[in-house]
């Protein structure tokens, strides 16, 4: 065995003699990576669990976005292929409360109503009307509905209906003044003149084209 020379003797093992320090949220002069790795430990599984359900949402999301637009087009296909007044009531039927649903009820309501089963017209303008929701054709719906209510004799039943039809802005304003006419002339069969002047003013008011104003002024001049 070889023996050590003196100077090997003092020789002493270099150790390392950096500080360890243990990183964690005491530490104040960790760096932002050391932040980051602090923050990745106690909040992992909570980060993960987010993303998972992100990526989830977004394919649940993107997934019925693509079976209502295939239940959208098989709606408007169906509508297409509905021809006959039976096929178009089916149709109505089926897909109440979609707009398509209401143009088909409506169709089928004009149909019933040129041949004058109002009751079976009243139906199916109700139908075109909580169909159509806020649609243009609404008022035509409801119009239509108080106009067949009218010729079954049921005019307690067609004058609310008109009246709500008169005072909504939204509706086209050719319809609103077809419905103040109508409560004019209900009016005028009762015997209620009053009430006929008091609908003349606010059709006058207006009626830009003038022609409602004009029925509505025959009406004044027979009030005795």
């Known amino acids: 065995m070889k023996n050590k020379t003196p100077s090997e ?8 003699d950096r500080n360890i320090v243990a990183v964690d949220e005491a530490y104040k002069e960790a760096g932002f990576e050391d932040r980051l790795y602090l923050i ?17 949402g977004l394919i649940l999301f993107f997934a019925l976005e ?20 039976e096929e178009k009531a089916a149709f109505a039927r089926e897909h109440a409360g979609h707009r398509l649903a209401g143009t088909a009820a409506l169709e089928v309501a004009d149909s019933f109503f040129a041949e004058e089963a109002y009751q079976e ?5 109700r139908l075109a009307a909580d169909s159509l929701g806020r649609h243009v054709l609404n008022g035509r719906a409801r119009l239509g509905e108080a106009m067949s209510l009218i010729m079954l004799e049921r005019r307690e039943e067609a004058e609310p209906v008109l009246s709500r039809l008169a005072a909504d802005q939204d509706v086209l304003l050719a319809i609103r003044m077809e419905a103040y006419y109508s409560l004019a002339s209900l ?9 006929v002047v008091e609908l003349a003013d606010l059709i ?9 104003s004009g029925r509505v002024g025959m009406l004044l001049d027979e009030i005795p």
């Open 121 to 125: 017209a009243v139906e199916n303008y």
């Open 187 to 195: 009016a005028f069969e009762r015997g209620d003149y009053d009430r």
């Open 40 to 56: 990745w430990e106690k909040y992992s599984s909570w980060i993960v669990s987010a993303i998972i359900a992100v990526f989830v």
């Open 204 to 212: 006058e008011a207006e009626d830009m084209m003038g022609f409602w």
């Open 66 to 85: 693509y079976l209502a637009e295939r239940r959208e087009a098989a709606i408007q296909g169906e509508y297409a292929a509905a021809v006959t007044i």
């Open 9 to 16: 003797k003092g020789k002493q093992i270099a150790g390392d």
